[in-house]
């Protein structure tokens, strides 16, 4: 094994170096042809949007407690905040991506190799926070999560369990023993979105008389519950330093390729559920 390859061994590994130059310029080409093909769909998903009369939206409303003059207590009402539009918000998370990739690979590109380097990339962290948090709220919606207040929430908890991705690897630069309190504690926090939308399926599968929860939203509820869980595991890969994982960049360049499979089963799912002409 080379000397260079070495000190990618291992997602912990710190060095003042870049990486290599050949495995540079094959990152670079990664990043932007992904940047490509996230803006493309993009592109498509809201091109498709806008052609569907009406836009395909879902409500998302506020939930309050108002004086009742007659009981002379105080009752639960709601109102409705907007309509969250569903195609938008799906070429949202696609066109996040798209920025990241190409910044990836053109205005931070030292930069970004420097920390690759050093067994990070907070570019990535960064942009599953916004774009993973978004998805999760599509899927909540698509669900039947309306209020607006768990939707706040859901967002805000996805985002945390990323940004305790981004803590992993900054806590465990130069250590040899992993470090895995900031890893267990995303999980805990990545769960706790899955456990609302669950408990919303449950509820309107098992209430007598309401419409049944259609079958897309089931098939994307599950395929994403796993695709969210194999980013997890590609870190655990990683750290755990099994197989073709020892190089970090391995690691790097399946996190792009996940990333990619999930927003794009996200999307197309979306697409013959609600967007299909």
């Known amino acids: 094994m080379s000397a260079s390859a070495g000190f990618l061994s291992s997602p912990a590994a710190g060095t003042s170096q870049g990486i290599p130059a050949d495995r540079a310029r094959s990152l670079f ?10 803006l493309v769909q993009g592109l498509a998903i809201l091109a498709i949007s806008f052609a569907k009369n009406p ?19 105080l009752v639960t009402a709601q109102r409705s905040i907007w309509d969250l539009p569903i195609g938008p918000a799906v070429a949202l998370f696609f066109l ?21 380097a050093r067994g990070q ?23 039947g999560v309306q209020e607006v207040g768990t939707m706040i929430a859901i967002f805000g908890v996805n985002a945390a369990m990323i940004m305790f991705g981004w803590s992993m690897e900054i806590a ?29 399926i449950l509820v309107s599968a098992t209430e007598p008389g309401s419409a049944s929860i259609p079958g897309f939203v089931i098939a994307i509820f599950v395929t ?30 399946a996190y792009m390729l996940f990333s990619l499979i999930a927003k794009s089963l996200l999307a197309w799912q979306v697409f013959f559920g609600t967007l299909r002409p």
Not at 29 to 38: D, E, M, P, Q
């Open 121 to 143: 990339n907070p570019i990535r962290w960064v942009e599953y926070a916004f774009s993973s948090s978004v998805m999760i709220v599509v899927i909540a919606a698509l669900a």
């Open 96 to 116: 996040m991506s798209a920025v990241a990739h190409f910044s990836m690979a053109f205005p931070a590109r030292r930069w970004y190799e420097a920390r690759l």
């Open 29 to 38: 080409r990664w990043n932007a042809t992904l940047s490509v093909l996230h």
């Open 55 to 73: 836009i395909v939206t879902s409500p998302v409303v506020g939930t309050y407690l108002r004086f009742d003059e007659a009981t002379r207590h």
């Open 224 to 253: 994403l519950f796993v695709a969210f869980n194999i980013f997890a595991i590609n870190m655990v890969l990683q750290y755990r330093k099994i197989g073709r994982w020892r190089d970090y960049l391995y690691g790097e360049r």
């Open 172 to 200: 465990n630069e130069g250590r040899d023993r992993p470090q895995w309190l900031h890893y267990i504690f995303g999980c805990i926090a990545g769960a706790v979105p899955w456990v609302v939308i669950f408990v919303t």
